[in-house]
């Protein structure tokens, strides 16, 4: 218990001080050199601490953040999300979501509509399939694949005439969406809306969410999709690091 409790001690020391040498480490628990040495070795080992160069001083490690991360992640997605939707709706005018999978459909908890919105629907609350949104195509594209395949074998609604619901034509858009990094549906919900979407990631990569911009098919057009899509995918990005995604 005595080595668990100086090991917090050390990092508590380096995040008031920023920075401590070994020495200065030492003085502060009331140990030996020696002492304080091993407990910044396993300390280092685990990624919780970093040393600035070769025999320099100690700083808190990258391990920290991504404890930190797992302990955010589990803070209300929305609240969270409702920063990074703000912003991006006032950089694209159009209204942003952020979606959950839930037991087959998804499940939008976050809404912002930008100045550019026409309409009024709050998606809020309201369950939407996987097959027919983008946010759900995205959710779809990173399900476990015993449950991917599942879902795959139902019979899929039409919702429009442009709903995919043959299955060989979904399953190469959900591979699309690995590759690229984002989706977009034309009119597969309803007739008149177009959307693109990207994945939102936890701590350890798994895709949590999604994050979506919606409009009018005629402002938000295939071409304007392909040149807006960088800046949901940087979006996405924000709002996985605030969750406590590192990267690769």
Known sequence: MQSVDRAISVLELLAKNGESGITEIAAELGVHKSTASRLLT????????EQLGQRGK?????????LAGAATGRMDLAQLAQTVCQSLAEQLGETVNVAVPDSGVAINISQVRGAASVTT???VGQRTPLHATSSGKVLLAHLPDRQREE????ELESYTPRTVTDIADLRAELDQVLRDGYTACFEELELGLN???APVRGPDGGVLAAISASGPSYRLS???IRQVAPQLIAAAGELSQ??????D
Do not use: C, D, P, T
Not at 42 to 49: A, C, I, K, S, T
Not at 58 to 66: N, T
Not at 242 to 247: E, K, T
């Open 58 to 66: 100690y700083v808190i490690g990258f391990g920290i953040v991504r």
């Open 222 to 224: 295939r071409r304007r």
């Open 42 to 49: 396993v300390l280092e080992q685990r990624g919780l601490v």
């Open 151 to 154: 879902l795959l074998s139902e």
């Open 195 to 197: 959307a693109l979407a």
């Open 121 to 123: 629907h709050n998606w």
């Open 242 to 247: 605030r969750l406590g995604y590192l990267g």
